[in-house]
């Protein structure tokens, strides 16, 4: 088995209003779901919404490398589901 | 406790990216023409149109209609000639906010199909036909083996809905009309939503059950934002449930705030305590008298509620001011030249602001979130800022259902026990148990009777930023390291 999937919810300020406050049930149900396969935390600002105007594509959510926009929990959870595969 | 009133994702995306670009543009030093680029900024040239709408420049006509409530008008009062440039500029010079809180905008109105009983495939055209039975006008008939309205007779009492054994009849909803508590929103000629503002009691349940954001707050942010341009001396009074918004801690919140240009900040818990101590005793004078129930009175909707539909509660509900007026009041005496500001999460405390002359302005937490947004500030990163006055616990706890009244309990005498009843959520139906307390005088549940307006308490409004659940935490973790409001009264006593 290769290493764990990290999942980082970004709960900096643009990303919290902009609909992060909405993820933060990741940070209970995935571990449930997953178990130990997936690592998730919230996070302080990632930085990824700084850059020009992309504050409109916040909330942002890193699963490994891959950043995730305008995230949702659907989202993501799609995307650990790939990673495991 | 799940929030199934809370407003849909995507919709609050947009009315909150709409209030970032708004005080972005107020900012940047060309407010006018930067606003009327909003539309096209977010919805550029050979952009993709988003699956919900026919084209881009239908999305971008209803983008201009939420920035002109963001910019604080009336979307039904305004003409589509009007650029957004013009209205800008209007409201910098405005200098009272709108009457009316609320305002639809019927470009986004799909105008759903009309609220009525529908009978699906579903139907099997059974032997017993206990809808036919059932129905007291006599509206369905069988035909071709299967139930049949007639929408003429039909008065829509739901009674098919409940007794059909395959569950084949539907009742269909129109969201707004159905979330709204008192008959305030209903469908025009043309089936577009629109508010009755002799019967809306601005409790916002509307805005946030549209599934197409269509009912929209009319914001005063850009009246705050002159204000501190303008170098007055701006003081932010935060309601308790703005602790639980935002992922810092309550003194950073301070900092936060004083970062956007507020001059003080001062907590509406603080007038929360006055409202305790006021309404503790007059509940102890009124059941000595004889009175069988009171009713509390901090919530706004609830007492425009009372104003508009059950006058009949006038003499239960407690004469006791809000916080956000006792607080208020603490302000403007300690700073007689301040603009005051009220961090509400909800859309009521709007119209008690606008009777209340020493409470200025009125901003919601999406529209703070997005102003912090728009300047970039980190809240987790800010400097912790102590508060000049230290509130109690059970201030502090107001925001959350059941909070008010335990906070009156604390302070009640022994021989005067009361007998909390909550009622949480304002729906068709606490309405009506409400009125029916009213006319027969009592109330058999119990003599203490909390009102909230929204589910959850403030900390479920329809204007706020968090999750019910970890906006409760956060709230909770505050409190608990509050001191109780009984050692403030045994201190003042000494």
Not at chain 1, 65 to 71: L, Q, R
Not at chain 2, 3 to 31: D, Q, W
Not at chain 2, 51 to 74: P, T
Request: charged letters at 25%; one cysteine or more.
């Amino acid at each position: 088995m290769s290493e764990k999937v990290s999942v980082k919810v970004c709960l900096g300020t643009t990303c919290f209003v902009m609909g992060s406050s909405n993820l933060q049930e990741l940070i209970e149900m995935v571990p449930k779901k997953y178990g130990d396969k997936v690592e998730v935390a919230g996070v302080p600002c990632l930085g990824l919404c700084s850059i020009d105007w992309e504050f409109s594509k916040a909330p942002y959510v890193k699963v490994d490398d891959e950043v995730i926009k305008e995230a949702t929990v659907e989202k993501v959870l799609k995307a650990i589901d790939e990673k495991l595969k | 406790m799940a929030m199934n009133t809370s407003t849909p994702k995507e919709t609050s995306h947009l009315k909150r990216e709409i209030l970032v670009r708004l005080i972005k543009a107020y900012l940047s030093g060309n407010f006018e023409e930067n606003t009327r680029l909003i539309p096209y900024a977010m919805r550029p040239k050979n952009s993709d149109v988003p699956n919900y709408r026919c084209c881009i420049f239908k999305e971008r006509a209803i983008l201009r209609d939420r920035a002109i409530a963001g910019l604080g008008f009336s979307i039904e009062d305004t003409d589509d000639s009007v650029l957004l440039s013009d209205l800008a500029q209007k409201a910098e010079k405005r200098e009272v906010p709108d009457e009316h809180p609320l305002t639809v905008l019927t470009t986004a109105c799909k105008g759903c199909v009309p609220s009525r009983i529908y009978v699906t495939d579903l139907c099997q055209g059974c032997v017993a036909r206990p809808c036919v039975n059932t129905c007291k006008f006599g509206a369905i008939s069988i035909q071709n083996g299967k139930s049949v309205i007639d929408p003429a007779k039909c008065k829509n009492c739901g009674m098919c809905v409940q007794v059909c054994p395959y569950q084949a009849i539907q009742k269909i909803i129109v969201p707004c009309e159905s979330a709204c508590p008192v008959g305030a929103i209903a469908k025009d000629e043309n089936g577009h939503a629109k508010i009755d503002f002799d019967k809306c009691i601005s409790c916002g349940k509307c805005a946030s059950a549209c599934p197409f954001g269509a009912v929209h707050e009319k914001s005063q942010i850009i009246d705050v934002l002159k204000q501190i341009k303008a170098g007055k001396k701006v003081i932010a009074m935060v309601a308790p449930a703005m602790f639980g918004q935002l992922p810092c801690k309550p003194q950073q919140l301070k900092e936060a705030i004083m970062e956007l240009g507020f001059a003080d900040v001062y907590e509406v818990a603080q007038g929360a305590d006055v409202t305790t101590k006021t309404e503790a005793a007059e509940f102890e004078e009124r059941l000595v008298k004889g009175a069988e129930f009171m009713t509390t009175s901090c919530c706004a909707g609830y007492n425009e509620l009372v104003d508009k539909h059950i006058p009949e509660m006038k003499p239960f509900r407690s004469d006791t001011k809000t916080p956000m007026y006792y607080t208020a009041e603490i302000v403007k005496r300690e700073n007689p030249d301040a603009v005051t500001v009220f961090f509400s999460p909800c859309v009521a405390k709007k119209r008690e602001a606008l009777q209340n002359p020493n409470v200025d302005y009125v901003l919601n937490y999406e529209e703070i979130g997005a102003w912090m947004v728009a300047l970039g500030i980190q809240v987790a990163e800010c400097s912790e800022s102590e508060f000049k006055h230290e509130a109690s616990a059970e201030g502090r706890n107001y925001c959350v259902s059941g909070g008010v009244a335990k906070a009156v309990e604390t302070l009640l005498p022994e021989e005067i026990p009361a007998h909390v009843v909550l009622v949480d959520g304002l729906t068709k139906q606490s309405v009506r148990d409400l009125k029916k307390y009213a006319k027969n005088g009592m109330c058999d549940l119990g003599n203490l009777i909390e009102v909230m307006a929204c589910t959850g308490g403030c900390l479920g409004g329809n204007s706020t930023v968090n999750a019910f659940k970890p906006a409760l935490k956060q709230v909770t973790t505050y409190v608990n390291e509050s001191k109780s409001i009984k050692e403030q009264v045994e201190e003042t006593s000494k």
